[in-house]
């Protein structure tokens, strides 16, 4: 029997649990040519701000061992122009649509998000409060219990959809921005976004990313998602999405039995193209050799060695 | 456009002069719809180190034997590993990507301006451009070894630095010579930035239409990560131009250069 991959996640019900990574995927335009948008778990679409943001000045990426710095600096055309020109043609995508949002201010996030109510194919909102590459907001916001669940609170209470609370890892204890974020109406919660870095390029003696610092992601991060991943979810209630450096089926296998009810995919996409196509696949198989019925059987199956001690 | 995804096998990976190879690889989808100026986004290993894949400019194409030619060189580590692929190796491809050179014209006098490994995509557009137009190439390199292999339109008008082939000097002196003396209909470049300033400036006094291909970092190189923006000229300088997708080929116009 074909095992089940189904997870409701945030009130949505998605087919698998892959989802791609926000910022690494467009609008859902740039990988159509090598699969189809119906084949994921979910989409969530790069960052959405309510003014049109220009972004950082190149250079925006740097490599490094098994990572990926950039600083993009949120560039997006504004929550208008996502209405218009983008989301209406997702209305067919045959997979959630899940919209992330970013602001200035705790009013930024909420007019975004009141904004986003006009389109039917918005399914959730994840509100990234975590973005270490805008000089004000984005971190900000998710580096501080109070100021987390003041954002949350404030887009659940002016929201109809689910809310996804997006947390940096850039943080001294992630166990309790996570409980403040639960507490504020989050319906799920994402982990993590970059890691704050730097790479200096010794030719030119000097910072490689015009932007000085950015974030990074892929595998070299993938031990610290993993962990984070692991104690949040034995604190909260509300499913997590993990996400960090998964490539392959297996990293998504750590992360859901870290304790991860879905996956997204980031900087994997851009290793291979049709990385989210084969997770989905390999995720399949893994449930066929091991007579795994149903994946979510799979969340948090590593928990029960922990003696406490984490 | 379609992209192609694909294990390509190494048909061959030869040294061409200093720390320059020339990579075969019979790749039929990537041979029957690549078009000049566009590029290939290859692993050049298989391991997490280097992560991202590698763009280079498709340098000719062998429609009749499925082969795409890519013309490389040793700058670190993905290059150097990639020297290393024998022949019968796969490598993971995917391609063409990106927005080639405008290659509707006929009967024109084409100029070719080229520097270093910039002269890659050139040697493409070249053999296309020269089946219905005067093909004039003008390359600019470090010293002869750096000259590229199998030329199919006339012979270059080459500039070196240590004067070993060619002129000693810079290869835009070489380019402003032959435009007092002939006018070209429209100008194609590709090389440092130094030198694309160089031509947009000739470009503007003598009149003549320009492209360029640009550089930039890449992650994905097909349009999702925004990484590769290059500034826009004019008032749209609020946006920017992603090399991966809206290029790598620009008429001059469309950038800012200073
Ligand atoms: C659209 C496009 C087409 C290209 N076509 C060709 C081509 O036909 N032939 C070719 O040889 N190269 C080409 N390049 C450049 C090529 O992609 C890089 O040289 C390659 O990615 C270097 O990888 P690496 O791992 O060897 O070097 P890395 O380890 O990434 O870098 C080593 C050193 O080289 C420098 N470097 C990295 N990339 C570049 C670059 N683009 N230009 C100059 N210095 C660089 C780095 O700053 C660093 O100091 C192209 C680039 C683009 C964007
Ligand atoms: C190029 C790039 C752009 C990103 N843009 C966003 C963004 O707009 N909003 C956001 O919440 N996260 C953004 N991220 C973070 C990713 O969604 C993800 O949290 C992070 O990269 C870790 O996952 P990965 O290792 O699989 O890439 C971006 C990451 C990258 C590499
Ligand atoms: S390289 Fe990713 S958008 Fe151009």
Redesign the interface.
């Known amino acids: 029997m074909k095992p089940d991959l189904t997870v409701f996640l945030a009130g949505i019900k998605m087919k698998n649990p892959v989802m791609t990574a926000s910022g690494t995927y467009g609008f859902g335009d740039a990988y159509t040519d090598f699969y189809a948008l119906g084949e994921l778990g979910a989409l969530v679409v790069k960052g959405v701000t309510l003014e049109p943001r220009r972004g950082n000045p190149p250079p925006r990426l740097a490599e490094t061992p098994a990572g990926l710095l950039n600083s993009i600096g949120l560039e997006n055309p504004g929550v208008e122009a996502v209405l218009k020109h983008y989301l209406p043609g997702l209305s067919q995508a045959g997979t959630p649509v899940i919209v992330n949002i970013a602001g200035n201010s705790i009013d930024d996030y909420v007019r975004v998000a009141e904004r986003l109510h006009a389109s039917p194919v918005v399914k959730a909102l994840e509100v990234n409060i975590s973005c270490p590459n805008v000089k004000c907001g984005g971190l900000a916001f998710g580096s501080e219990p109070g100021m987390a669940s003041q954002v949350i609170g404030a887009v659940k209470r002016h929201s109809r959809l689910p809310v996804i609370a997006k947390l940096s890892p850039n943080v001294t204890d992630i166990g309790e921005i996570a409980l403040a974020v639960e507490e504020a109406g989050a319906d799920a919660i994402s982990l993590i976004n970059t890691l704050v870095g730097m790479k200096i390029d010794i030719k030119k003696r000097r910072p490689a990313l015009a932007n000085l610092v950015g974030g990074l992601s892929g595998p070299a991060v993938r031990p610290v998602a993993v962990r984070m991943v692991y104690e949040v979810s034995q604190k909260v209630k509300v499913p997590l999405i993990g996400l960090g450096g998964i490539i392959t089926a297996e990293d998504a296998l750590e992360f859901i039995m870290a304790g991860a009810s879905a996956v997204a995919v980031g900087t994997g996409n851009f290793i291979n193209p049709c990385c989210c196509r084969e997770i989905i696949a390999g995720l399949t198989a893994y449930c066929e050799t091991n007579k795994i019925a149903n994946i979510t059987a799979l969340t948090g199956a590593a928990w029960r060695y922990d003696d406490g001690s984490c | 456009?379609?992209?192609h995804?694909r294990e390509v096998r190494v048909v061959d990976n030869v040294k061409t002069g200093g720390d320059i190879y020339l990579l075969t690889l019979a790749a039929p989808a990537i041979a029957a719809a690549a078009l000049p100026g566009q590029f290939i986004h290859l692993?050049c290993g298989e391991g997490?180190?280097?992560?991202?894949?590698r763009p280079f400019s498709i340098y000719g194409v062998d429609r009749k034997n499925s082969l795409v030619q890519t013309w490389y060189q040793v700058v670190g580590k993905g290059t150097d590993l990639l020297r290393k692929a024998k022949a019968g190796k796969t490598l993971?491809v995917?391609g063409p990507l990106g927005k080639g050179f405008f290659t509707d014209i006929a009967g024109r006098n084409a100029g070719l301006v080229g520097g270093g490994m910039g002269i890659a995509p050139l040697m493409f557009l070249g053999g296309e451009l020269a089946q219905n137009n005067r093909v004039h190439s003008f390359f600019g390199v470090r010293s002869k070894a750096q000259l590229p292999p199998g030329l199919s339109f006339p012979t270059p008008l080459v500039a070196t630095e240590d004067g070993s082939a060619g002129r000693r000097g810079l290869v835009t002196d070489v380019l402003e010579q032959e435009l007092q003396r002939q006018k070209m209909d429209i100008l194609y470049a590709c090389g440092p930035r130094a030198m694309l300033q160089q031509v947009v400036k000739l470009a503007q006094k003598y009149d003549i239409p320009l492209q360029v291909s640009l550089e930039?970092?890449?992650?994905?190189?097909?349009?999702?990560?925004?990484?590769?923006?290059?500034?826009k000229s004019g008032a749209d300088g609020?946006?920017?131009l992603k090399a991966c997708q809206d290029g790598p080929v620009f008429w001059a116009a469309e950038v800012k250069w200073e």
Do not use: N, T
């Open positions: 456009m379609k992209y995804v692993r997490l180190d280097p992560l991202l894949r993971d995917i930039s970092a890449m992650a994905c190189g097909v349009g999702a990560c925004l990484g590769c923006a290059c500034e609020e946006s920017w």
